[in-house]
């Protein structure tokens, strides 16, 4: 009795060293598989929000909506990210919003971009329209977490043809919402330099982010023979800056690294010897949209 018990105790401990060999060659061989993917680019973020930027129509989200400034205009024609009138203007053209805590992100959602549509109101079209975050609604989000606050011509344009107005007149409504990729065709980016910029202190507004739209971090590097990045401080919106303390050694470099998928981009020499504050630079580079 005793031989078959310990024979029978071995039998038990040979499968179950059997099924834990099978269970390590299994990810063995996952994690080779892993390795030798090239195309594959571990990201944690992406993985937890894995269709943040989606192509299909099974990721909308809820969220409410409402609008301000003029019934045709482009909000507050500014608005707390620093784009100033430029708002109005291509790429841009009015079709902009204000966004909820949890969209601005104190700043950092400023250029991200989504589609929003209705169709709980007999004017909602259901048709997609994009709208590029440019202001705070810093009053929303009580009623939802995400709460846009769009210029009126944002607004409007979620409506059928004609219907505009009669959508405006609801003043809030349900909307459906997702992150999507900035794209501005044939625009590079562009730095706005801070009126307020001297030798020692610069500052800029950086706009017109393909891609993420958002900024995690900026960096500026010095001329030509230096190597080293100093990191730029949020000053507020899409306003970057650098509090130097002594002279600043133009042409600069800037770059560029998003929130959302942490891509890193260079504009080399984008802001002149020369430079003047209050003027725009382009650059001739661009995030992939």
């Known amino acids: 009795m005793r031989n078959y018990q310990n024979r029978r105790g071995c039998d038990i401990m040979a499968v179950t060293l059997q099924r834990a060999l099978s269970q390590i060659l299994t990810h063995v061989t996952l994690f080779s598989i892993f390795l030798m993917t090239p195309?594959?680019?571990?990201?944690?973020?992406?993985?937890?929000?894995?269709?943040?930027?989606?192509p299909s129509g099974s990721d909308w989200s809820p969220a409410v909506a409402t609008w301000y400034g003029p019934a045709n205009g482009d909000g507050s024609e500014g608005g707390a990210c620093g784009y100033g009138n430029a708002v109005g203007q291509p790429p841009f053209s009015s079709l902009i919003s204000a966004g909820s805590p949890l969209i601005y992100e104190s700043g950092k959602g400023c250029g991200s971009c989504y589609e929003v549509k209705c169709t709980g109101n007999s004017a909602c079209s259901g048709n997609a329209v994009r709208v590029v975050i440019t202001d705070e609604c810093a009053g929303c989000?009580?009623?939802?977490?995400?709460?846009?606050?769009l210029s009126g011509s944002a607004f409007g344009a979620m409506a059928v043809s004609g219907q505009d107005e009669d959508l405006r007149n609801a003043g809030k409504i349900n909307i459906q919402h997702r992150r999507v990729e900035c794209n501005y065709p044939g625009m590079s980016i562009a730095f706005h330099v801070d009126s307020g910029s001297n030798q020692e202190y610069f500052a800029a507004l950086v706009e017109?982010?393909?891609?993420?739209?958002?900024l995690a971090k900026v960096e500026l590097k010095e001329a030509l023979d230096s190597g080293s990045w100093d990191p730029m401080q949020q000053s507020w919106g899409a306003v970057w800056k650098l509090d130097k303390g002594s002279p600043l050694r133009a042409p600069f470099s800037i770059r560029l690294t998003t929130v959302e998928s942490g891509t890193t981009l260079v504009a080399n020499n984008v802001i002149p010897a020369e430079w003047t504050p209050g003027q725009t630079y382009r650059s001739i580079v661009n995030f992939q949209a």
């Open 141 to 149: 989000g009580s009623d939802a977490q995400y709460h846009f606050d």
């Open 39 to 54: 195309s594959f680019c571990f990201n944690p973020k992406k993985l937890l929000n894995a269709s943040y930027y989606s």
């Open 208 to 214: 017109y982010e393909d891609g993420d739209g958002d």
